[in-house]
């Protein structure tokens, strides 16, 4: 639990590191700490602590209110572009005192939890395919945009940075949708970027994975493990809920066509029945976490991306166009072209 401003909010946490020094380099361009902090959530006291934590909510919130604030809709990637990752602690000198990238991103995989209970790395396909994928244990209404940008951008200017080398990754995908200043990802990642994927991911070229690092630094690097070991041996993890798990099963199901009761059920290792009465005791059902995710989701595709409604159709797991523009007026009001219009 962490208090901020007079109220008190829960995890899952993660290190606010980026909050703080975005909230500087905002004041260094002029903006008041009024302007800057106002409904966030987080107060101006985190400009003196050293290792600021915070709720992921406000974290990714803080984020989006910057990109309004600042009318720039790249603030977070840019802003990943200059970060200095030594301020985010243990985590990241583990990473850069690694003797290779392929180490380094080990390292990280092993040890986010010190940083982080919200933030989860998949690391099944980086030794095979070079790719990295990593998913936010947080609701799905949590709009996170402007901070997974941050974090994609920051991790490419970390590892260039430690290996002095300009690489580029083969691809970067992101789950989130936007149709505006792809340019910009581009000129930066230098490879192909997709947006509105199935997936937040990272992926090396195998040969890039192999680049030594010019921080490495073997003795601090093995004091630095055996820190971090201690610290995962002591620190409890924020346990996702069931509506999370379910959010999540959902959403790898749509675009398939099997984001059905028992088929989400099944993938959770459980039966239909015990899916329904363990989502009842949470005070929901598996008709409202679906319906609450693909209305989520239609309205970040309809806002933020190109799409055409036949495309978003598809995504959102509906056979036909027009089913998917009734449920989007049962949600909203209003017809999905009525939405991106406004």
């Known amino acids: 639990m962490v208090r901020q401003g007079g109220s008190v909010t829960t995890g899952p946490n993660h290190g606010a590191f980026a909050v703080k020094y975005l909230a500087q380099f905002l004041l260094r361009e002029g903006y008041s700490e009024a302007q800057i902090f106002e409904g966030t959530g987080v107060g101006p006291d985190i400009l003196t602590r050293d290792h600021p934590v915070l709720p992921f909510r406000e974290i990714a919130q803080f984020f989006e209110n910057a990109s309004h604030l600042t009318q720039n809709d790249i603030l977070g990637h840019q802003r990943g572009q200059k970060r200095d990752f030594r301020k985010a602690g243990l985590i990241s000198y583990v990473g850069m005192s690694s003797p290779t990238i392929r180490d380094a991103l080990g390292n990280m995989i092993r040890y986010m939890r010190v940083f982080s209970d919200a933030v989860e790395l998949d690391p099944s396909e980086l030794q095979r395919t070079g790719k990295l994928v990593w998913r936010y244990v947080v609701p799905h209404d949590v709009n996170r945009r402007q901070f997974v ?74 004091v630095l493990q055996d820190h971090c070991e201690m610290v995962l041996r002591d620190k409890s993890r924020n346990v996702p809920s069931l509506i999370l798990d379910v959010e999540r099963a959902i959403a790898a199901h749509l675009t398939v066509g099997r984001a059905t009761h028992v088929h989400v059920a099944s993938s959770l290792g459980m039966s239909a029945r015990t899916l329904s009465r ?65």
């Open 149 to 222: 940008e941050f974090g994609a951008s920051g991790l490419i200017h970390d590892l260039r940075l430690a290996a002095n080398r300009d690489f580029s990754p083969r691809c970067v995908s992101f789950r989130h949708a936007r149709r505006t200043n792809l340019d910009a990802f581009e000129s930066f990642f230098k490879s192909e970027v997709r947006f509105a994927d199935a997936e937040n991911a990272v992926h090396f070229a195998p040969k890039d994975l192999d680049l030594p690092l010019l921080t490495a630094d073997n003795d601090l690097h093995l």
């Open 278 to 342: 363990r989502l009842a005791e949470e005070g929901t059902s598996f008709k409202a976490a679906l319906n609450s995710l693909r209305a989520s989701l239609a309205k970040s595709y309809l806002k933020d991306s190109d799409l055409t409604l036949a495309e978003i159709s598809y995504l959102l797991g509906y056979s036909q166009s027009g089913a998917f523009n009734d449920a989007f007026r049962r949600w909203t009001g209003k017809t999905p072209g009525q939405f991106r219009s406004h």
